[in-house]
């Protein structure tokens, strides 16, 4: 079996005098999409910005591909080929939309082909393409955070609730453009509550709660057991 | 126009229209407005636009507060002193007390960055105002060195001095020196300013915009924030270096008062504000509109208190010792009415 492109071993984080991450064990594919799932506040956040390297594990140990970056900076750790989606919209407001991708391209001038691929992934930003992305909406301010990360071929994207608090019809689109990158070849570790989502897009699955994972496997069979979905996420019938 | 500007056009008719009554007013100043008084408010109006541009790069551009701006504007002033006293009047030391006042801001800056914003920005704003007070006692105190708090007077190069005579006259002002050192003061301003313009314009000033808006998202991006801040705050003594350097040139004389003091600091601070954070055009409006003030409020406002004698309270309050009440009020109101500067406001309402 190959080596996961992300693999964390007993990972504990702490913030302040909170211990928000306690042993997390983790794997993510190559070439898949990683669902890490769960209730709110249970450290799933925690989790994407300690890969990043913005909260600094206090034990265990985080590889990519192999090679260690727990101690590592972040732009260390971007450079990498890591891709970091926030869940607030982390863009640059005073910048154009073209200058958050001119700026996201860290390892030289944008591939055209590229942007053609992105742009046919979330045609807005073609037509705001020299606009302040502060004045973007709430769904294209998402489509260029996504859009930043996928300018470059990473290899591995953390995305963190990309279709929180989004229109369904902008929510139908994120989901077209992670399928497009997930048939690009990435690795993916996706925060998502949106279980329909979830269950479309994941290949395996991450169940964490009280900052430990307690459930890992095919994203299928979470999606097809709503007792054990009941058991570790309390998700009733509606929520599906 | 658009590769001279760096791309970064006025973007505001208004606004482009007084950058352009600024510039040829600046650029024609000893024949428009002929008098020393005139043309001394002209030369600082120049160093200070290029001063407010080099700390704008480091405030507006890259959220730094430091407060050792001053520190560098008189590292350089220093600079072209200290090599003109020891080397004589001539253009070498000008150059080499130049290179070596931008060299020893910047170096200093590298330090003092290093030291304190790889923690936070804060501290580099604590750190500097210590660093600013301990050389300003420094100089006060290597009395032998720096002329104490007298300061040095010395000689420029023959060709820049009034009795240096290159022509009889033209359009009545005198061809001499002192219109040659005016012309080195517009003109290095002008290519200082133009430079400062393209580094913000440059792949590098927008990487300084994005930390200023969210460190943590630029370095999740790859970019390592502490060398970009140190970068800016090194590019930035050098101009105000530079600036200073400028202005030991025009007044042929420094002193802790004229190129070190707090006063000066919360000028450019002042400057900053009212022209407008995080655009360089804000440098040029806000050093233009305070130097004016500075040097022409007091005189309009005697006039103002001559024309209204007679009335009770009015004159008592135009008063020309009030001048810096008014020019406190003026600032309020500027900041009340145009929030983000006059800039800011021109562009918003174009």
């Known amino acids: 079996?190959?080596?996961?492109?992300?693999?964390?071993?007993?990972?504990?984080?702490?913030?302040?005098?909170?211990?928000?991450?306690?042993?997390?064990?983790?794997?993510?594919?190559?070439?898949?999409?990683?669902?890490?799932?769960?209730?709110?506040?249970?450290?799933?956040?925690?989790?994407?910005?300690?890969?990043?390297?913005?909260?600094?594990?206090?034990?265990?140990?985080?590889?990519?591909?192999?090679?260690?970056?727990?101690?590592?900076?972040?732009?260390?750790?971007?450079?990498?080929?890591?891709?970091?989606?926030?869940?607030?919209?982390?863009?640059?407001?005073?910048?154009?939309?073209?200058?958050?991708?001119?700026?996201?391209?860290?390892?030289?001038?944008?591939?055209?082909?590229?942007?053609?691929?992105?742009?046919?992934?979330?045609?807005?930003?073609?037509?705001?393409?020299?606009?302040?992305?502060?004045?973007?909406?709430?769904?294209?301010?998402?489509?260029?955070?996504?859009?930043?990360a996928m300018i470059e071929k990473r290899r591995l994207y953390l995305i963190d609730e990309p279709t929180k608090g989004l229109a369904p019809?902008?929510?139908?689109?994120?989901?077209?453009?992670?399928?497009?990158?997930?048939?690009?070849?990435?690795?993916?570790?996706?925060?998502?509550?949106?279980?329909?989502?979830?269950?479309a897009l994941g290949d395996t699955a991450s169940v964490m709660d009280d900052g430990r994972v307690v459930w890992s496997g095919a994203m299928a069979e979470l999606g097809r057991d709503a007792d054990l979905q009941e058991r570790l996420m309390g998700l009733s019938m509606e929520a599906r | 126009m658009r590769a001279v500007l760096s791309g970064d056009m006025p973007r505001s008719r208004v606004l482009a229209l007084i950058l352009a009554v600024i510039l040829v007013a600046l650029a024609l100043a000893p024949f428009l407005f002929p008098g020393v008084r005139t043309v001394d408010t002209a030369a600082r109006i120049c160093v200070f636009v290029v001063l407010v541009a080099s700390y704008d790069l480091m405030l507006g551009y890259g959220g730094i507060v430091s407060f050792a701006h001053t520190m560098f504007f008189g590292i350089g002033a220093y600079g072209i002193a200290l090599a003109s006293t020891h080397m004589g009047r001539g253009f070498d030391a000008l150059i080499v007390g130049a290179g070596a006042g931008a060299l020893v801001a910047a170096a200093l800056a590298l330090v003092i960055g290093l030291f304190s914003l790889r923690v936070r920005a804060i501290f580099f704003a604590m750190i500097t105002l210590a660093v600013a007070s301990a050389v300003a006692v420094l100089v006060s105190q290597l009395s032998g060195l720096t002329g104490g708090e007298d300061g040095l007077t010395f000689q420029t190069p023959r060709a820049l001095s009034p009795a240096f005579r290159f022509g009889d006259s033209l359009l009545g002002v005198k061809l001499n020196g002192k219109l040659l050192?005016?012309?080195?003061?517009?003109?290095?301003?002008?290519?200082?300013?133009?430079?400062?313009?393209?580094?913000?314009n440059s792949p590098f000033g927008r990487v300084l915009q994005a930390i200023r808006e969210n460190d943590f998202r630029a370095e999740a991006i790859g970019y390592r924030v502490v060398y970009y801040r140190v970068a800016a705050t090194c590019l930035s003594a050098s101009a105000a270096a530079l600036a200073g350097s400028l202005y030991a040139i025009w007044l042929r004389y420094v002193g802790p008062d004229t190129v070190l003091s707090m006063e000066i600091m919360i000028d450019i601070l002042l400057m900053v504000v009212i022209g407008g954070m995080g655009t360089m055009y804000g440098a040029v409006i806000g050093a233009t509109l305070f130097v004016l003030a500075q040097n022409y409020l007091q005189a309009l406002m005697g006039s103002?208190?001559?024309?209204?004698?007679?009335?009770?309270?009015?004159?008592?309050?135009?008063?020309?010792?009030?001048?810096?009440?008014?020019?406190?009020?003026?600032?309020?109101?500027?900041?009340?009415?145009?929030?983000?500067?006059?800039?800011?406001?021109?562009?918003?309402?174009?």
């Open chain 1, 169 to 199: 019809a902008i929510v139908a689109t994120m989901a077209r453009a992670l399928r497009e990158l997930k048939a690009d070849g990435a690795s993916i570790l996706l925060v998502e509550q949106n279980f329909a989502v979830a269950k």
């Open chain 2, 304 to 350: 103002a208190s001559g024309l209204v004698e007679g009335v009770p309270v009015l004159p008592q309050l135009l008063s020309a010792d009030r001048w810096l009440l008014w020019l406190g009020v003026l600032f309020v109101l500027s900041v009340y009415f145009f929030p983000t500067g006059v800039v800011g406001r021109l562009r918003q309402g174009r």
């Open chain 2, 181 to 200: 050192v005016y012309y080195l003061v517009f003109v290095g301003a002008l290519i200082l300013f133009l430079l400062l313009l393209r580094v913000v």
């Open chain 1, 1 to 148: 079996m190959s080596e996961p492109m992300l693999r964390l071993e007993g990972v504990f984080t702490n913030i302040a005098q909170y211990h928000i991450l306690r042993g997390v064990d983790l794997e993510v594919p190559r070439g898949r999409v990683s669902m890490l799932l769960g209730r709110n506040g249970v450290g799933k956040t925690t989790t994407l910005r300690t890969v990043i390297g913005h909260w600094r594990a206090h034990g265990g140990r985080i590889t990519l591909d192999g090679q260690d970056i727990t101690a590592m900076p972040t732009p260390a750790i971007a450079r990498a080929g890591v891709g970091f989606v926030p869940e607030d919209m982390g863009i640059f407001a005073d910048l154009t939309v073209e200058e958050n991708m001119v700026l996201a391209a860290v390892s030289g001038p944008i591939d055209s082909a590229r942007l053609d691929w992105v742009f046919s992934a979330f045609p807005p930003l073609k037509t705001f393409w020299k606009s302040a992305a502060g004045n973007l909406s709430g769904g294209q301010k998402q489509m260029l955070s996504i859009a930043r």
